[in-house]
C-alpha cells in the first residue's frame, strides 16, 4: 500500500480470499466498514506503524478466521475506537496489544476470539467503556485486567468466557473494584461478572444479570447472607453446579436465572423467608425435589418448563389463596390446590408450565 493512503474504505477487500497478508503504512487514518471483511486467506496484518491511526471501523476484520499470531494495536498511539464486530470470529488471533488512547471498545468487537488466553487492558488509560459481548465466547480466556479509566461495561462483554479464572480491575477505578475474583460494581454492591474461582464477598448485596453464565466449570457457590436479589440468567447454563443454598435475605431470583443447570438436583428455599417471586429453573433436568418457602406470592412463567425429572414440588402446609394465569399483571385467575407436591410439580412441568403462579 503507498505510503500516502490516508483510508481504506468501505467493503474495499471484501471478500478476496486469496489475500495472504498487509502492512499498513504510517499515514493511514481510518481502516472502514467491512473493509477486509470475510478475507479467509488473511493470516497476519502489520499495524504496528499506524501511529495516525484513529479508528477501526465496524465488521473492518469480521470472519478473517485466518488471522493467527498476536494482534499488535500499541504503536497505534492516536486510535481511539475499535467498531462492532470489527475482529468478531477471529478465532485464530492468540493475543492482543491495545494502546493508551483507546476509549472504547464495540458490540461483539472480538466475539469468538477462542485463541485469547488473556486480556490485560491494564495501560489503556484512556478506556472508557466496553460494549455488550464484546469478548463473547472468547473460551480459552483465564484472565482479564481492567484499567482505572472503565466505567462502563455490559453485563454481556465476557458471557461464554468459560476457562476464566482471574478477575482484576486496576486500582482507583471511581466505578468498579476487582474482589474474591469478581467485578464488583462497587456502590451498589452488584457483582458483575463471576468465574469459576470466585468467592462472593460478604457485603455484595445483588448478583447481577449474566454474572455466571455459561461458567460450566463452576461446581458450588456460597451466597453471602447480605444478598437480597440474582439477576435473570446469572447462572445461566452452569451445568456443573451441583448445589446452592439461598440466604434467608433473599428476595427475589430473575427469569432463568438458573436455566439449563442440569447438575442441580435439589432446592430447599424454606429457609428464604423473605423470597417472593422467581421464574428461574428453566431446562434443569436434573432437578427432582424443590421445597418453596411460606413467603413466596409468585412464580413465573416456564419458571419450571422442561424439570423433565421434577417429581415434587412442596408448597408450605396450609398454603391456600394460589391461582394461575397467563397475564402478568392480573389480580385473578384459575384457582389451584397446592396441596399435593406430586400434582404441583405435574403442573408446574405441564399443565400449567406457561402460567404465572400467583397468590392473592
Known sequence: ?????KSIGEAAFYGCTNLASITFPSSLTVIGEGAFESCSGLTSVDLSGCTNLTGIRKYAFYLCRGLTGELNLGECTRLTSIGDFAFEFCNGLKSITLPSSLTSIGLEAFNGCSGFTSINLSECASLTRIRDRAFRDCSSLTSITLPSSLIRISST????????????????NPVFHSEGTCLIETESKTLVLGCKNSSIPSYITSIGEYAFQYCDSLTSIALPDSLTSIGGYAFYGCSGLTGITLPSSLTSIGSSAFYSCSGLTSIDFSNCTSLTS????????????????????SIGGYAFYNCSALKSVVFPEGSTGWYVTQDETATSGTSVSVTNSSTNARNLTGKYFTYYWKRG
Open 1 to 5: 500500500m503507498p505510503d500516502t493512503l
Open 157 to 172: 462483554t465476557f458471557n461464554g468466557c468459560s476457562g476464566l479464572e482471574s478477575i482484576t480491575v486496576e486500582k482507583d
Open 278 to 297: 422467581y421464574g428461574a429453573f428453566w431446562d434443569c433436568k436434573g432437578l427432582t425435589s424443590i421445597t418453596l418457602p411460606e413467603s413466596l406470592t
